[in-house]
């Protein structure tokens, strides 16, 4: 047997005797945590013939990730209070218990984990845990269990994975392992191709062009650092998209992208260095927030409930210029 095929069967142990279980994405699920949701469900459906509901907590903000929901036929639903309060098992993919971006309290046991985020100690440990922080996307490790369940894939879903390991490898490159490499081209062949095109072009509501707007007017330069302040947010995926724009300016190393969306200051920060990304948010939001990510992607909020979202922008900015060694007042403005 093949180590996937060992994975799977301890997988499916850890479930067997369920007849329902809710698989729980990230908080504002971005393309690899709703297609390795999919790709999980659409495994323990067919083995297991049980109920598998994926259901989340946030937004989905982002145009692409919404056309990609609509185009799999809005497999998932907002999470209820219910739902955590119900005895069924959970899987957690894309995310891990504990790390503040889903919404499984981290006192309560996951049934299964599927991430390849930094390893993060739990409280309670999983019962079937998968955890490779070497590995570029989720949707890789979620492909090799239906590779090793030698399941069918409708092309729907191989599309979506190949989707979820594009996005999150930037076209695998960045961050990436022979796994997904291995997965990607398995995939590849199997993608709707026209539908892929729609996804990655879809069109974008007006309010993307004002946080654009916002972002390149706000955007302060320091020596390969990009640091800018959105302020108020239609969504909070834009923090994210405003800095991987930004991160193209000639010479960047570095950008930091804030702004507001209802009680929360999101943060995204994007690196060209191999390295050093979620260290920097962790940093930088200590106990204030929760904070997390990968080695050149990360992102994290701190609750502005009770304080000026603006003050504690220009504050996180001065700490991040602090942690980069750049000396406060060398700014120049990206527009003039
Ligand atoms: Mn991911």
């Known amino acids: 047997m093949s180590a996937a095929q060992e994975r799977l069967e301890l ?5 067997e ?41 946030g ?12 185009y799999l036929g ?30 499984l309290p981290p006192s309560a046991p996951a049934a299964i984990v599927i991430d390849h985020h930094p390893r993060r ?10 955890v490779r922080p070497e590995v570029g996307a989720t949707s890789t490790i979620v492909t090799e269990y239906l590779q090793a369940a030698n399941l069918d894939l409708p092309p729907s879903l191989a599309t979506a994975l190949f989707y979820g390991i594009k996005t999150d490898t930037m076209g695998l490159g960045r961050g990436i392992s022979p796994a997904d490499v291995s997965a990607y081209f398995f995939l590849q062949t199997r993608v709707d191709v026209e539908a892929l095109v729609q996804i990655e072009r879809a069109q974008v509501p007006a309010e993307y062009f004002k946080s654009f707007d916002a972002a390149l007017r706000a ?21 994210a998209e405003m800095a991987d724009l930004l991160l193209r300016l000639k010479g960047t190393r570095w950008v930091i992208c804030m702004g507001v969306h209802k ?36 992102g994290g909020y701190i609750s502005v409930a009770d304080q000026d979202p603006e003050a504690l922008a220009l504050h996180l900015r001065q700490l991040a210029l602090q942690y980069l060694e750049i000396p406060p007042g060398t700014a120049g403005k990206l527009l003039i």
């Open 263 to 298: 009680d929360n200051l999101i943060l995204a920060v994007r690196t060209r260095k191999q390295r050093g990304a979620g260290q920097l948010v962790r940093d930088i939001v200590g106990s204030q927030g929760s904070a997390g990510g990968h080695s050149n992607m990360a």
């Open 59 to 70: 937004i989905i903000g982002r145009a692409e990730n919404k056309a990609l929901v609509r």
């Open 17 to 57: 005797n369920s007849d329902a279980v809710l698989i729980l994405p990230h908080n504002d699920p971005d393309p690899d945590a709703i297609a390795s949701a999919v790709g999980l469900q659409h495994l323990l459906v067919a083995l297991l013939k049980l109920k598998a509901p994926i259901a989340y907590k």
């Open 74 to 103: 809005q497999p998932l639903r907002l999470l209820t209070t219910p739902d955590l309060n119900q005895a069924w098992p959970v899987a957690l993919v894309d995310t891990q218990p504990g790390t503040g971006n889903n919404a």
């Open 11 to 15: 997988l499916l142990k850890v479930i």
């Open 121 to 130: 100690e739990s409280i309670t440990p999983a019962r079937y845990s998968d």
């Open 219 to 239: 955007a302060r330069v320091y020596n390969g650092v990009v640091i800018s302040y959105v302020g108020a947010m239609a969504y909070p995926d834009l923090a």
